[in-house]
């Protein structure tokens, strides 16, 4: 069976390398990008399960993101982990409507927390 | 030891405080780097990757926190910006750029990136304080990494300007361009020496920040040129005469 996939959109690479590293290590088929605009097309192409998601991205930030995502039915579905330094200026509640599951705090996170999550979001 | 009198003023909250970084802006710079080496350490610790993986993460974590450091020392040092005198004398801005770049290679390899110097035929003198342009160009030097693409080649150019009386030494990267309100809102502010620069979206500033004021110690200014793929951040200083007297 396919593993499910992954998008990480993260533009701290050796941060997005920790990212895919540990959720690759869990199973799941990880794809990377740097920018919104990227994710765009990566989305395109890959379809992914679920997406990581950083908040400030270099280029568009991540909320621009969110909307693009909520204009098309098939994109507006995919669960959205944010995954943030900002984490406590954000509202789960706020951002239900745009797809977002759960939000990660960077700063007091452990490794283990993407994979559960991942797996929560797509159970 | 306890802190002298006003020296908490510091500590505000708010990006700046009396013309100075405030404690905010330092914490926000460090909070990635320190995010990352948490990471990275805790999976090292759970021991569940291979020993190739955990060199490259080990590798990861020391190169990070150097990156780190040299903020914590530049910010300390542009603290002291005016309480300290600087000495201003020609350089030779090529032979420092070869050995940044010597010292950065590691950095950029380990982010499969290279930084290379366009060389020029006749060497410019500029008149700076030799640490002062290092840490300018260093910090410059980090913010091209974060903006340039895997595989590409962080480029540091020296040009003479004005008729020589000015050089500027920039840093190009080969990432997507800035977009066009972020580079607005740059351009403007970097024509405000006292005011923060935000380079990146996620970042406070602080490094370009604590960039301009050292190109200010030493008469010069900085800048940003954006590309259709990339940017140009650089450091205009004054051209020495001391060539011309030869």
């Known amino acids: ?123 | 030891m306890s802190a002298a009198k006003g020296e908490h003023d510091w500590f505000a909250d708010g990006p700046l405080k009396d013309g100075l970084p405030s404690i905010v802006a330092a914490a926000h710079e460090l909070k990635s780097p320190l995010a990352l080496i948490r990471q990275l350490s805790l999976s090292i610790e759970d021991g569940i990757f291979c020993e190739d993986e955990q060199k490259r993460m080990l590798r990861q974590i020391s190169l990070t926190s150097e990156s780190a450091l040299r903020l914590t020392s530049d910010l300390t040092r542009s603290v002291r910006l005016s309480e300290a005198l600087f000495t201003l004398e020609p350089i030779n801005p090529q032979q420092l750029c070869e050995d940044i770049v010597h010292e950065l290679a590691p950095f950029f390899m380990a982010h499969d990136c290279k930084m290379k110097l366009k060389t020029r035929k006749h060497p410019l003198l500029l008149i700076a304080n030799r640490d002062l342009l290092r840490r300018i160009i260093m910090n410059f030097s980090d913010n091209a990494l974060h903006y340039t693409e895997e595989n590409t080649t962080v480029e540091i150019q020296i040009r003479a300007r004005d008729r020589g009386k000015i050089i500027r030494l920039g840093i190009r990267d080969y990432g997507p361009a800035l977009s066009t309100n972020v580079f607005e809102s740059l351009h403007g502010k970097l024509m405000n020496a006292s005011t923060l620069i935000h380079a990146r979206p996620q970042s406070s500033g602080l490094g370009l920040y604590i960039s301009g004021q050292f190109a200010d110690a030493m008469n010069g200014s900085i800048g940003v040129k954006r590309h259709r793929n990339g940017s140009t951040f650089y450091v205009d200083l004054q051209a020495s005469n001391q060539l011309s007297l030869l």
């Open chain 1, 1 to 123: 069976m396919k593993p499910p996939s992954i998008l990480v959109v993260e533009d701290d690479n050796w941060l997005s390398e920790q990212f895919s590293r540990v959720l690759s290590n869990a199973g799941y088929m990880v794809h990377r990008v740097s920018n919104a605009l990227s994710a765009i097309e990566e989305i395109d192409d890959i379809n992914p399960d679920a997406i990581i998601l950083d908040v400030l991205l270099t280029g568009s930030t991540a909320f621009a993101l969110l909307h693009e995502l909520q204009s098309y039915g098939d994109t507006g579905n995919i669960p959205i982990i944010m995954c943030t330094n900002l984490a406590n200026e954000l509202k789960l509640d706020d951002l239900k409507p745009y797809g977002v599951k759960r939000i990660l705090d960077k700063t007091t996170m452990i490794p283990n927390d993407l994979t559960v999550s991942v797996r929560s979001v797509l159970s």
